[in-house]
């Protein structure tokens, strides 16, 4: 996948814009997910 990607981006096409648009999404998804787990243990602590 990641050969893909830099296949992509080399090519300069849409899909490596969608690429690093979902890396992006994934990344603020754990941010969200991490934030929400150290606020559940501040809770219950």
């Known amino acids: ?3 893909q990607v830099q296949e ?3 090519a300069g096409t849409v899909d490596a814009r969608m690429a ?3 890396l992006a999404s994934a990344g603020a ?3 969200v ?7 559940t243990t ?4």
């Open 20 to 22: 690093r648009r979902l």
């Open 29 to 31: 998804a754990l941010d």
């Open 1 to 3: 996948m990641t050969r």
């Open 8 to 10: 992509a981006a080399a």
């Open 33 to 39: 997910i991490e934030t929400g787990l150290a606020g």
């Open 42 to 45: 501040k809770r219950r602590a």
